[in-house]
């Protein structure tokens, strides 16, 4: 079975200040997708970046980018210009490439809040 | 992506009472998904909802305590049966498609919060 794990429960950065959140899995599979999910205290889970395995390039999405490792079994997420919109809870997430559906399911980790300071 | 809307957004429950809590998409959409967070958890996973066939529920969660329905390709329920303390909880669905963009990329609903007195 997949595992997901964010070991840091918490981090603080200083608005429009870079900040890396940590996640690492373990897997079987040669071919999975990973994600980054936020979830501001409106609960609502938000998709923030995807990062196909077989990719070598590290998925960009405007202030969000990630470095990907997959030898290593590493997925951060880097934060650039942080604001103050970017206080959440982050997510890293696994998923098995499976056309047929069947392992279709999202593992989680265990998620990193993340305050800003003004 | 897709538009996701779920009702109620939140309530109040007495034990032993059951909540049906409803899942509305947009367009249609193949997977359907339905998972618990438990206060300040992360996301598990209660159960695969798939239009056309029982649900497929994980390792904990019985069909019996999560019934659940997928009558068409843009709506679930989720139903809490029997409700105790314990199962208060965030209860979120979320789709994925098959074809077209964004495949094999999970969207969120804005989650049911649920308490159970």
């Known amino acids: 079975a997949q595992t997901v794990t964010q070991s840091q429960p918490e981090m603080s950065v200083q608005e429009a200040e870079t900040v890396t959140l940590s996640c690492t899995y373990d897997?079987?599979?040669?071919?999975?997708?990973l994600f980054w999910y936020k979830q501001p205290p409106s609960r609502q889970m938000i998709l923030v970046i995807r990062q196909e395995a077989y990719k070598q390039q590290n998925a960009t999405e405007n202030r969000f980018s990630v470095n990907f490792q997959k030898a290593a079994k590493s997925f951060s997420l880097k934060i650039s210009d942080s604001q103050l919109g970017d206080a959440a809870m982050y997510f890293c997430?696994?998923?098995?490439?499976?056309?047929?559906?069947?392992?279709?399911?999202?593992?989680f980790g265990k998620g990193i809040t993340l305050s800003v300071r003004p | 992506s897709a538009v996701i809307s779920q009702k109620p957004s939140r309530d109040i429950c007495q034990r032993g009472t059951s909540l049906t809590i409803q899942c509305q998409v947009d367009s249609q959409v193949t997977m359907m998904f339905w998972y618990r967070q438990q206060p300040g958890q992360s996301l598990t996973l209660i159960a695969t909802?798939?239009?056309?066939?029982?649900?497929?529920?994980e390792s904990g969660f019985v069909i019996d305590k999560f019934p659940i329905s997928r009558p068409n390709l843009t709506f679930s329920t989720l139903t809490v049966s029997n409700m105790s303390p314990e199962d208060s909880s965030i209860y979120l669905c979320?789709?994925?498609?098959?074809?077209?963009?964004?495949?094999?990329?999970?969207?969120f609903g804005p989650g049911t919060r649920l308490t159970v007195l």
């Open positions: 909802a798939n239009q056309g066939s029982e649900a497929t529920y």
């Open positions: 997430a696994y998923r098995s490439d499976d056309y047929t559906g069947a392992n279709s399911k999202l593992t």
């Open positions: 979320s789709v994925e498609r098959t074809s077209g963009t964004s495949t094999d990329t999970q969207y």
């Open positions: 897997t079987s599979e040669s071919d999975y997708y």
